[in-house]
């Protein structure tokens, strides 16, 4: 079964750079046609989707924030990361990793998620 987890800083200044790792188990990140997500929830908030990267190294972004994000992978340690940059309060929330397959608008696996405040 496939897991994730996440990682990062609890707490980043504003107008600093967020960095998150997530680390899978369970299967490789280059499996043909398995997609690797980060969506956040701010606080009292929906989920927003963020971005991903592709089985191939393909990735896509919101479009709200594809000027502030960027996500990559480390195949060698089967992780995947993403790097926020600029960051404001409204960044706080929970950030999560997640997968869904090709064909499916469905995010199947999840970490457990990490707090993310942003405060000086």
């Known amino acids: 079964q496939v897991q994730l987890q996440e990682s990062g800083p609890g707490l980043v200044k504003p107008s600093q750079t967020l960095s998150l790792t997530c680390t899978v188990s369970?299967?490789?990140?280059?499996?043909?046609?398995?997609?690797w997500s980060w969506v956040r929830q701010p606080p009292g908030k929906g989920l927003e989707w963020m971005a991903y990267?592709?089985?191939?190294?393909?990735?896509y972004y919101s479009p709200s924030l594809k000027s502030r994000t960027s996500i990559a992978r480390d195949t060698s340690k089967n992780q995947f990361s993403l790097q926020l940059s600029s960051v404001t309060p409204e960044d706080t929330g929970v950030y999560y990793c997640?997968?869904?397959?090709?064909?499916?608008?469905?995010?199947?696996?999840w970490g457990q998620g990490t707090q993310v405040t942003v405060s000086s």
């Open positions: 369970g299967g490789s990140i280059t499996t043909n046609s398995w997609y």
């Open positions: 990267i592709a089985y191939n190294g393909d990735t």
């Open positions: 997640a997968r869904f397959q090709y064909g499916s608008s469905t995010l199947d696996y």
